[in-house]
């Protein structure tokens, strides 16, 4: 353990206006906590910045999944075990369901959050992707307000994000829109449990008359956030899937995406798999009785 | 006593002896420990890989008088790590030879304050050229270590090789490379240390050998033998990593508790003891081999190199291990070994499970497989035409005089495996599949035991005493760290004796009160030491007959009774047996000949691997191990054994990487150094054949390593059984096999619609 | 620094009261605060599950929890399962499957499986893997574990006459 308790405070206003109120107070100077899953990592290696922490843990107004009628808010201190148990995202975002059955293990979807997942803003982030494909939209609040970005613009750059000093993300709205798109989601790590991704592939599509009228890919650890293949995207929308569509479709995809050499994988490898995790996808989509 | 003998205890799945300690949280791990008075260590460790130190000097913001510093100024003795030779030092002195070397300790009663002083020293190099890889250290252009960077080095010669290559029917060549490996023990090492004048050091530390910790401090203290006392505390998990290590550490919290006066403690996080202890030898194997048209082997040329770090400690008994099983389970009249051990501006290299063997087996069950595509006989039939039976010699001229029972446990395991049937499946589903499945084997022995006159050197003493309570007692250095030394012990005692497994228990591993069995290592525990205790209860039944009126057959509560008749005369009741080596052991030690082991155990292992083409991943779908152990003394602990050493191989050969930055470990936490987790072991099927050794304890020969030898080639064939592509370097990560797969699957276009 | 909060909780049933700071870990905690030694840190980073115990019901890694967010917490560790001397049917399950080597893992280990059982009375195979997925354990290979969890959970339905609890075996120390 080389973090020292004692040089931290931490600090539980136990509700929503009273976290809101410290940070309007004191703006960047307070560094929110949920689950600790990933700032406690940092503290036990010593590399815990943040001198200041006001803990979101138990505030029952950022830990809610709520089903309306066309759409599902889930709260940023939602877990990922309340993702899993939650009926409504196993049938309406079952690729939601999936990402949060991935991650870690038991003891970290018991903790780790799905703010927190955005928030920590790192390109292997597990719901990442599967936010992407659903056009999820993130609700950042403030004592100043409310606003609603679209997902895919909440990261700017590596761990950086769209929001104020003063704000807390509060909750991601998934519209319920996908019920009839062709739906796949794939992660690549180390190993089967407990791993960061290498590189993950999320999809949705609508097929009509052979051709391809919607189709959306989100994308892990190929950039230096999580985001849109929007080129490749370009390059099916309206297609058939045939052969020439298929390398057209590889091509953009190894020239669009963007990964680096890191300690768990290389450049190389992440856009080669990012290909093939796109053809199997729209192989599937092809063939006959694709699951849903 | 017979060894195919009836028995009640030994081989029956009794309870663990320290089982429910362990179960209710209660076991006593050394950071679960405090001492009174106790302050913590740190160390400070070198940011270079190779140079000199020019200075040491401490940030003024900082209080020193309140920390006790130690550098190898305080040395009291000699400034060296004894284990082998005396090339290591206790403390970097004037130069430093590898990264997070260890130059300063520290002490101080509070935690974070250390951290802060530990990051308040600064250190100026003068940076010498380092070099990182065992061809740098070959090319001697560069001398890090001795006049040539040679740490040790071995020719074993059988026959003439050189004769045959011209009438050859078939040469075969391959170059086959492993990895270093990380034990990755759950409990990172650690000791407590104490140092007063009247009874002299203490040290309570999690290790395997507590009289090689023993051994260290006195030359570093200049202290006699009853000034040092070691005691092994609850360890949680070892595989040789905590063989040579803990005596580096406990001669750190030593110099600390000698210089501040309080018992000190010093456990590493995970982070520190990945990076700076040792690791399993990388190494590089050359294969050379010559056969005649049935393919039957007629020489084998190996030439054999392992990295052993900026020092020397057991790179040469690894490489002696090494050499020895380079030839594999096979008959060959001909074979040369050159070995060589080179070193690197890397953290030392040390014991691991296998110990050389891994590496060795690796390269010739690899080159098994490229030796029958080469030839075009199948491997199995390859394999079975090679094989060693009774009466054959080994590569070192050794008789197999036991019995050597290869071709039954190959027909098990393909039987077992239903190897050829899955093979027959796969080569036609494969095809028409993005995931492409295949059937690998490896053949193997594991000598158990020291190498050669080994044991004889350590001269082993171990028996069994009654203690006050009236309960007997085992008496041994041999340490429990999960294997089930304890339990099995306590098993031979009781079986032995003929008194009740909870009739007997084991002396704390304490060297002021056992004696010195040896360490704890090289898969002797059950052969060599658990046959002392087996002659030493034999010993004191004799003696209470022969004193103490117990008659021919005797109940436990008779047995107990002459024990008491026995003190009431002598004192105390005590039977202790020194090693007594096989008749006919024979070894040479200059020119590799002759007995190299006391014993062997044998195995065959079967491998059924998927290569997923979309991610370029191997994973190990199945798992069999058939294997001849001897006597299986418990077959729970067995079981046990040889399961966790397949894992530990599996990890060996898909998942387990050090990667190095400047001889740094780079990827030195849990979340970038992966193991398998429960979702990524297979199922695993073991299978024992016994054919018990007359010189083991009740039969039994040594199992602990055998295992960890065979799963990477077995996986490694597999993958060449599914894909067509031989690897031939481990750890083979999916980036490894997209960088031939992927150059493949160019050749093919996308299926057509 | 302003003086430090107390912090209310209950472990295995008894209510404790520590004054620390609120970014201690709660594996410190049970550790050095309360003595408990039974939960173990083997990494620090939540990978290795040593530190399991069971919070609110849920399984969490002791050693990523700021000890302020356990305030009013049910926590349970690996001294509370056994039962006033009776081992708990996964305990004995582990003694006689061989479920345990060096034992390191293992209070983690049997943390999760009892979470797991709790969860998942009559778990798969599958879900067995799932549920110890961030348990590592180096010495088993997992196999005996999960042949522990199987009679385990079959036991955990039925009464046992059980094990009882003996003295510290081994060694005398």
């Given amino acids: ?292 | 006593m017979s060894t195919s003998a009836k028995t009640r205890i030994v081989g029956a799945p009794v309870p663990r002896k320290e089982g429910v300690d362990k179960l209710l949280g209660r076991a006593r791990y050394v950071d679960d420990i405090e001492r009174q008075g106790m302050i913590h260590g740190a160390t400070v460790r070198s940011t270079i890989p190779r140079g000199f130190i020019l200075s040491i000097s401490f940030e003024r913001r900082i209080d020193w008088t309140e920390f006790t510093v130690v550098t190898a100024a305080d040395i009291p003795g000699k400034n060296q790590i004894h284990l082998i030779a005396a090339d290591q030092p206790c403390l970097a002195d004037e130069k430093v030879n590898h990264c997070d070397e260890a130059i300063l300790l520290i002490a101080h009663a509070d935690k974070h304050k250390l951290r802060e002083a530990v990051n308040a020293v600064h250190i100026e190099y003068d940076p010498l050229p380092p070099i990182f890889t065992m061809e740098e250290s070959e090319r001697q252009d560069v001398i890090v270590w001795g006049a040539d960077n040679l740490l040790k080095s071995f020719l074993l010669e059988k026959g003439d090789v050189d004769s045959v290559w011209d009438s050859a029917a078939h040469i075969v060549e391959g170059t086959y490379r492993t990895g270093a490996q990380e034990h990755l023990y759950i409990e990172n090492n650690g000791v407590i240390a104490e140092s007063n004048a009247e009874t002299g050091i203490t040290v309570w530390g999690s290790l395997q050998c507590p009289f090689y910790v023993h051994k260290s401090l006195l030359s570093i203290f200049d202290l006699p033998e009853d000034k040092v006392r070691v005691i092994q505390t609850e360890t949680g998990g070892a595989f040789g990593g905590k063989e040579d290590y803990p005596s580096i550490l406990a001669a750190h919290a030593a110099l600390l508790a000698h210089k501040s006066g309080h018992p000190v403690k010093m456990v590493y996080d995970r982070m520190e003891d990945l990076a700076a202890t040792t690791k399993r030898h990388p190494s590089r194997v050359r294969h050379r081999t010559a056969l005649d048209k049935d393919g039957k082997l007629l020489a084998m040329d190996i030439d054999l190199a392992t990295d052993g770090g900026a020092y020397s400690t057991l790179s040469s008994t690894v490489l002696s291990r090494a050499t020895l099983h380079a030839s594999g389970p096979y008959v060959c009249p001909n074979v040369r070994v050159r070995s060589h051990s080179w070193a690197t501006n890397t953290v030392p290299y040390g014991a691991f499970r296998g110990f050389g063997a891994p590496q060795a087996i690796f390269a010739i069950e690899r080159h098994m497989d490229e030796i029958a595509a080469a030839v075009g006989i199948d491997p199995i039939e390859l394999r079975r035409r090679n094989f060693l039976h009774d009466g054959d010699t080994t590569a070192t001229e050794q008789v197999m005089r036991e019995p050597v029972i290869l071709d039954r446990l190959l027909d098990r395991a393909l039987a077992e495996s239903d190897y050829h049937t899955r093979r027959a499946r796969f080569a036609l589903e494969n095809p028409a599949s993005a995931v492409k499945r295949g059937m690998g084997i490896s053949a193997f022995y594991h000598g158990s035991g020291f190498t050669g006159s080994g044991e004889r050197y350590l001269n082993s003493l171990a028996g069994v005493d009654l203690t006050p309570e009236g309960k007997v007692r085992v008496l041994v250095s041999s340490t429990e760290f999960g294997q089930g030394t304890n339990t099995m012990l306590a098993q031979i005692a009781a079986e032995a004796i003929g008194i009740g497994y909870d009739d007997v228990n084991l002396a704390p591993i304490d060297t002021g009160i056992v004696p010195n069995s040896g360490p704890t290592v090289a898969s002797r525990t059950s052969l060599v030491v658990g046959r002392l205790i087996e002659r030493a209860g034999l010993q004191l039944v004799a003696m209470l007959r022969e004193h103490a009126f117990l008659g021919e057959h005797f109940t436990p509560e008779e047995f107990f009774a002459a024990c008491e008749r026995y003190r009431d005369n002598h004192g105390k009741v005590e039977s202790m047996c020194r090693y007594e080596a096989p008749p006919g052991i024979f070894w040479d030690d200059q020119k590799y000949r002759g007995e190299a082991y006391p014993a062997f155990a044998w195995s065959i292992q079967v491998a059924q691997v998927a290569v997923d083409t979309v991610t370029y991943s191997a994973e190990v779908e199945e798992f069999w191990a058939v294997q001849e152990v001897g006597r299986v003394i418990h077959p729970v602990l067995a079981g046990g054994q040889i399961e966790g050493g397949i894992a530990q191989g599996i990890g060996y050969a898909l998942y387990e990487k050090v990667v190095l930055e400047n001889g740094h470990m780079a990827n030195n936490q849990m979340t970038n150094y992966i193991m398998p987790t429960a979702e990524d072991v297979p199922p695993i099927h073991i299978f024992f054949e016994e054919a018990p050794l007359r010189f083991g304890a009740f039969g039994a020969k040594g199992i602990g390593e055998l295992p960890h030898d065979g799963p990477a080639p077995a996986i490694l064939n597999a993958i060449k059984d599914a894909t067509g592509i031989g690897f031939h370097a481990i750890p083979l990560l999916p980036e490894d096999l997209f960088t031939e797969l992927a150059a493949r699957q160019e050749l093919v276009e996308i299926a057509a619609i | 620094m302003s003086r430090l909060p107390t912090i209310r909780f209950t472990v295995n049933g008894k209510p404790c009261a520590v004054q620390v700071p609120p970014m201690k870990r709660l594996l410190d905690v049970l550790r050095e605060d309360l003595r408990l030694t039974g939960s173990k840190e083997g990494c620090g980073e939540g990978e290795c599950g040593s530190c399991s115990v069971i919070v609110n019901g849920e399984l969490v890694n002791s050693c990523l929890l700021p000890v302020l967010q356990a305030e009013g917490a049910t926590i349970q560790t690996v001294e509370g399962l056994a039962n006033n001397g009776q081992l708990h049917p996964l305990q004995q399950a582990f003694l006689a499957c061989g479920g345990a080597q060096c034992g390191i893992c293992t209070p983690g280990m049997l943390m999760a499986a009892s979470h797991l059982l709790e969860v998942n009375p009559h778990p798969s195979l599958a879900d067995i893997r799932e549920g110890l997925a961030g348990n590592l354990c180096r010495c088993t290979g997992f196999v005996r574990i999960f042949e522990s969890v199987v009679p385990a959970a079959a036991a955990r339905l039925t009464p046992s006459s059980g094990i009882q609890e003996k003295e510290p075996a081994a060694h005398a120390r």
Avoid at chain 1, 148 to 156: E, K, M, N
Avoid at chain 1, 218 to 230: I, K, N, V
């Fill in chain 1, 1 to 292: 353990m080389r973090g020292n308790a004692e040089a931290h405070q931490l600090i539980a206003p136990g509700s929503l206006a009273g976290v809101l109120e410290l940070l309007a107070a004191a703006p960047g100077e307070w560094t929110p906590i949920a689950g600790g899953t990933e700032l406690m990592v940092a503290h036990a290696a010593g590399r815990l910045e943040a001198g200041k922490l006001v803990s979101l843990w138990g505030i029952a107004d950022l830990r809610f999944i709520e089903t309306h009628a066309d759409s599902i808010a889930i709260g940023a201190g939602a877990t990922f075990r309340d993702l899993r148990a939650h009926a409504g995202v196993a049938a309406q975002l079952p690729l939601l369901a999936k990402a949060a059955s991935w991650i870690g293990c038991i003891a970290n979807q018991s903790r780790a959050t799905l703010g927190g997942n955005l928030v920590n803003g790192s390109p292997a982030a597990d719901s990442s992707p599967a936010l992407l494909v659903y056009d999820a939209e993130i609700e950042l609040i403030s004592l100043r307000g409310r606003r609603r970005i679209p997902y895919s613009a909440f990261h700017t750059g590596y761990k950086c994000n769209v929001m104020a000093l003063d704000e807390l993300l509060y909750a991601i709205h998934l519209p319920l829109r996908f019920a009839h798109h062709r739906q796949y989601l794939r992660k690549v790590g180390t190993r089967r449990a407990m791993a960061i991704a290498k590189v993950a592939l999320a999809a949705t599509a609508l097929l009509e008359n052979g051709l391809l009228r919607e189709i959306h890919l989100g994308a892990a650890s190929l950039a230096a956030f999580p985001a849109r293949l929007y080129q490749t995207e370009s390059v099916l929308l309206g297609q058939p899937i045939d052969t020439r569509t298929l390398q057209l479709a590889r091509n953009t995809l190894l020239a669009e995406a963007k990964p680096i050499d890191d300690i768990r994988s290389t450049a190389e490898y992440r856009k080669r798999v990012a290909a093939n995790l796109l053809d199997e996808f729209l192989l599937q989509l092809r063939s006959e009785g694709w699951p849903r």
